[in-house]
T-cell receptor, first 110, second 116 residues
Framework: GENVEQHPSTLSVQEGDSAVIKCTYS??????FPWYKQELGKGPQLIID?????GEKKDQRIAVTLNKTAKHFSLHITETQPEDSAVYFC?????????FGTGTSLTVIP | GAVVSQHPSWVICKSGTSVKIECRSL??????MFWYRQFPKQSLMLMAT?????????EQGVEKDKFLINHASLTLSTLTVTSAHPEDSSFYIC????????????FGPGTRLTVT
């Protein structure tokens, strides 16, 4: 089955700096890669996603890149703000089942 | 985006009792729903796939007799934790994918279960 690895597990950045979270996957059949933000005590919320026919997608301060050959994808957050502090999960999906990374706890220091 | 609700948001029960958690898709129909369990500071662990009108599919190591799943309609799936024990205390989250490729998945807000 699919195996998704995520790094780093924790990340602290100063407000205004950029944050990058990286994930790798193993199943070449995976064709959909969403990113979720989870705040304490809440369910994950979809923040951005990318499909395998696209190399990069951007939504305001958030961008995701995908390298199908290397089987890795990354989340980029620019101009970080304190409200960006949360746990971020990547996922890979070869169909309608999702395989999640282990999560990255992001802290933005004011 | 689509909305998925869960009820209750938190519940405390005594050891040996059963607890039912509801998951509803509010503005779309879901023939499939997923149930996850999440321990503190850990990732989501898929427990089972709930299928409308048929039996749920359980992941390896998940006791189907302990975690009963019923998907009675296209908008409702329930998870019943039977004979709960303190080790069942956890955060339970459901999700529902849209019924179209690439099956964007929407999560409920989660249910915090504490067994005393």
């Amino acid at each position: 089955g699919e195996n998704v690895e995520q790094h780093p597990s924790t990340l602290s950045v100063q407000e205004g700096d950029s944050a990058v979270i990286k994930c790798t996957y193993s199943d070449s059949a995976s064709n959909y890669f969403p990113w979720y933000k989870q705040e304490l005590g809440k369910g994950p919320q979809l923040i951005i996603d990318i499909r395998s026919n696209v190399g990069e997608k951007k939504d305001q301060r958030i961008a995701v890149t995908l390298n199908k050959t290397a089987k890795h994808f990354s989340l980029h957050i620019t101009e970080t703000q304190p409200e960006d502090s949360a746990v971020y999960f990547c996922a890979a999906s070869p169909g309608n089942q999702f395989y999640f990374g282990t999560g990255t706890s992001l802290t933005v220091i004011p | 985006g689509a909305v998925v609700s869960q009820h209750p948001s938190w519940v405390i029960c005594k050891s040996g009792t059963s607890v039912k958690i509801e998951c509803r898709s509010l503005d779309f129909q879901a023939t499939t729903m997923f149930w996850y369990r999440q321990f503190p500071k850990q990732s989501l662990m898929l427990m089972a796939t709930s299928n409308e009108g048929s039996k749920a599919t359980y992941e390896q190591g998940v006791e189907k007799d302990k975690f009963l799943i019923n998907h009675a309609s296209l908008t409702l799936s329930t998870l019943t934790v039977t004979s709960a024990h303190p080790e069942d205390s956890s955060f339970y989250i459901c999700s529902a994918p849209q019924a179209r490729v690439p099956y964007e998945q929407y999560f409920g807000p989660g249910t915090r279960l504490t067994v005393t």
